[in-house]
RNA sequence: CAGGGUGUGGCGCAGUUGGUAGCGCGCAGCGUUCGGGACGCUGAGGUCGGAGGUUCAAGUCCUCUCACCCUGACCA
């Protein structure tokens, strides 16, 4: 990727009508559109992030059988009434349209009742269990407030995953197994160590759900990080902090850290009420018909885009972890002699083909210190630089975003490092 | 939804007691520069969110309306 070729431009100012850092550094650093309040779009630059982010959350959840699908933004009425969830006072976030015939439509905010209305065409037998569906979706809602950037939108992308599972033990074990799935997930995005499975409020067959919280200023939760009698820290929601519960997770009050944090996933149990609710059953081995298990694990894919941008980024701009930055290397030409720009397009040609992603800063018109600055503030990992200076000593700069001091070595080193 | 704030070139802003709009950045051209957002000259670009109204005259005053931001409420 060329920067000379890029559509988008970084800005030297901050967007006014934002307040928050993620959608500040964002817009300013050309990764994302605001279309309108709660709704951005992504530019070639943020959808790199974006596609990133959900291959680490694709690869994970395939490794523990997920089979992903897509589901569709229409939805109709009848999914929805038969769980009293169409109904306006129930769910308040709605957006509804009607076909020219007048037929009502929803516009899908979440996908709960739709997969199942599907999942009960093919699953009638145990034999047919367990199976396990994601999905990366646009979620719609019709949030009467946005805020906090793309942290809390009107349109957002999620990763809702169902399983269904022939009783409770299969059940738990996915519910397990998913979330050292998640674990693993928020450690490859780089924010593993400040991510905590926190208790929160349960529905009618657990006591608690799982969220997984981040540590996060910008967040909207509070939660409460305590250790147990093992001396395993555990976090709780606020929403679920009382005398009982305390009492249950063996944690002592006056012992609590209180810090904000922001949802960037959850996961929930439905036990047999949402198939009780929707009449999805199968038959078992003694051919009786039973209720199917179901549970539903999601994860904020444009929310914890903006917790990483939220905590790591510094005065210059964003920082990405690696694994989710939209390239690992910003390759800065400083000068525009014959000799340069051949050495730069080979270096370009050689990382690029050697399976390292470059951001490739070709502009002639540019000046170093524009240069350096648009590296900061889009967050690349390192920052290579070829000018007649590194020929001259036949080396190469490179620099770490988070590091103050740049080293100088040769190609081979170069290349050796970053293929690493 | 309640309360508060803001809408003026692409972006960030100024605009006095009403007199038909300025600045910085960016953009285009030319020249000088060239390792942390350079400098000079020239130039393009705005029905002042929208609609009514008051007035000889409205960016400025009045009414309505739309959008954006903040706080709260809401967030299965």
Known sequence: MRVSQLFTKTSKTLPAD???????????????YKVMAGVYAFTPLGLRVLENIKQIVREEMNAISGQEL???????????????????????????SKLKDGTDVGFGWSHEEAIIEMMKQYITSYKDLPVNVYQFQTKLRNELRAK????????????????????A?????????????????YDRL???????????SGGAFTQFSHEFQTVC????????????????????????????????????????????????????????QKSEDTDFTFTNEKGERQFVHLGSYGIGVTRVMGVIVEKFADEKGIVWPEAVAPATVYLTRLG????????????YKE????????????????????????ADLMGIPYRVVISDKTMANNTLEIKARTSDTAEHISRPELMQKLAA
Not at 19 to 24: L, P, R, V
Not at 79 to 94: A, C, F, K, Q, S
Not at 170 to 176: A, G, L, V
Request: net charge negative.
């Open 18 to 32: 934002e307040t928050s850092k993620n959608a500040q550094l964002l817009i300013q650093a050309g990764y994302i």
């Open 351 to 374: 990382l690029t083909s050697g399976g390292v992603s470059v951001l490739y800063d070709d502009r002639d018109e540019a000046r170093a210190g524009e240069k350096f600055a648009d």
């Open 190 to 200: 780089g924010i593993g160590d400040d991510t905590y499975v926190t208790f929160a």
């Open 217 to 272: 200023e910008a967040g909207e939760d509070i939660i409460y990080l305590g250790k147990n009698k093992e001396g395993k820290t555990v976090a709780v929601n606020e929403e679920v902090l009382d005398d009982k519960t305390l009492a249950d997770l063996g944690l002592k009050r006056e012992e609590l850290e209180k810090v904000k944090s922001a949802e960037v996933g959850n996961i929930f149990n439905f036990g047999t």
């Open 169 to 185: 033990e299969q059940h738990d074990k996915f519910y397990n197994d998913c979330i050292e799935a998640y674990k693993r997930v």
């Open 336 to 347: 525009t002699t014959p000799e340069v720009v051949q050495a730069a397009e080979d270096l």
């Open 148 to 167: 906090a950037g793309i942290m809390r939108g009107r349109e957002f992308v999620m990763k809702d995953m169902y399983s269904c599972s022939i009783n």
């Open 70 to 96: 897509i589901m569709s933004s229409l939805q109709k009425r009848s999914t929805w009434e038969e769980t009293g969830r169409w109904d306006d006072e129930v769910v308040d976030i709605w957006f509804k």
